[in-house]
């Protein structure tokens, strides 16, 4: 972690309990008086909070993406056609996509706000589960994200000058490299290869190829064309912007993380709760 992380208190997932929009603080939170209509809405949704419909989703994710992946890596590819790679591997994609927005619920304490404890861990698992990723690094790095969007102090910008999508994606990737990530990942390779006698061609068909493409998916639709600055400028504190997608392709293309102003406005709601704030036509926040 560099040292700008260093000032970054882990405390930053518990949910708000006060809002201030001069300075939103360490807690991801922002208030967003300029859309009563959605505040009513947001009340109900937050009462939700009784329910443990968090927790059976991300369960679900972690479960279909375990259940899937250990059904392809045991498949004897000769018996497939290439049409059927063209589906296998963009729904492991999807599916690893979903194990990283599980853990960024988890980091706003979205997946199971009445035990923290519980929804740290699942966070943990999944971030582990989709490439060997501190939970706690990369909470602190996410941090930085909300407080310092689209500036230098946020780890997902570009550098300032390379603000293509290719340059982007390689200085987003550099930020969250390890080396010793990397040679964790080679080892667990190798081991579930000699141990399991799984074909190298499978893992690496729905295993490594999967979770560099889900990468390039989040950055995409989740980084890139949000944070991305308009020619007419920043609309928005948070400088950030929605998609516009209809519902179910922004589920299809990152779970709602499209929904993206909505997420930085009331980032205490979980990912399937985005679309019932999201307003396309409303007014942008100074």
């Known amino acids: 972690m560099n040292s700008k992380n260093n000032t970054v208190n882990t405390a930053v997932i518990a949910r708000p309990t006060a809002v201030d929009r001069r300075e939103p603080g ?34 679900a994710i972690l479960s279909i993406w375990g259940l899937s992946l250990g059904f392809l890596l045991t ?12 589906i296998a591997i963009p729904w492991q994609t999807f599916l690893y996509t979903g194990l990283f927005i599980t853990a960024h619920d988890a980091m706003h304490g979205a997946v199971y706000p009445q035990n923290p404890r519980l929804n740290h861990g699942i966070g943990t698992l999944a971030v582990l589960l989709y490439g060997l990723f501190s939970y706690r ?18 780890p997902d910008f570009h550098d300032g000058q ?20 990397l040679l964790g990942l080679i080892l667990l390779f190798h081991s579930v290869h000699f141990l399991f006698q799984i ?11 999967p979770s560099l493409l889900s990468s390039v998916q989040l950055f995409l ?20 912007e929605s998609s516009g997608m209809p519902v179910w392709l922004s589920f299809l293309t990152c779970y709602h993380f499209g929904y993206h102003r909505e997420h930085h406005e ?10 019932t704030v999201y307003q396309p036509d409303s007014p942008q926040p100074p």
């Open 162 to 181: 390379h603000c293509n999508l290719l340059a982007w994606y390689f200085n987003f990737m550099k930020n969250y490299w390890s080396w010793s990530r």
């Open 199 to 209: 074909p190298d061609a499978n893992l690496t068909l729905f295993w490594v190829i």
């Open 26 to 59: 360490p807690s991801f939170s922002v208030a967003s008086p300029h859309l009563p209509s959605i505040s009513v809405r947001i009340r109900s949704e937050l009462q939700q909070d009784r329910s443990a419909y968090g927790l059976f989703i991300a369960l």
């Open 221 to 240: 639709f989740g980084t890139f064309l949000t944070h991305r600055e308009p020619g007419t400028g920043y609309r928005n504190a948070h400088r950030a």
């Open 137 to 154: 690094d990369l909470l602190a790095k996410h941090s930085l994200h909300h407080r310092y969007p689209a500036s230098e102090m946020d």
């Open 75 to 86: 498949r004897n590819l000769a018996h497939f056609s290439p049409l059927w790679l063209l």
């Open 266 to 275: 009331y980032p205490y709601l979980a990912w399937w709760q985005l679309p």
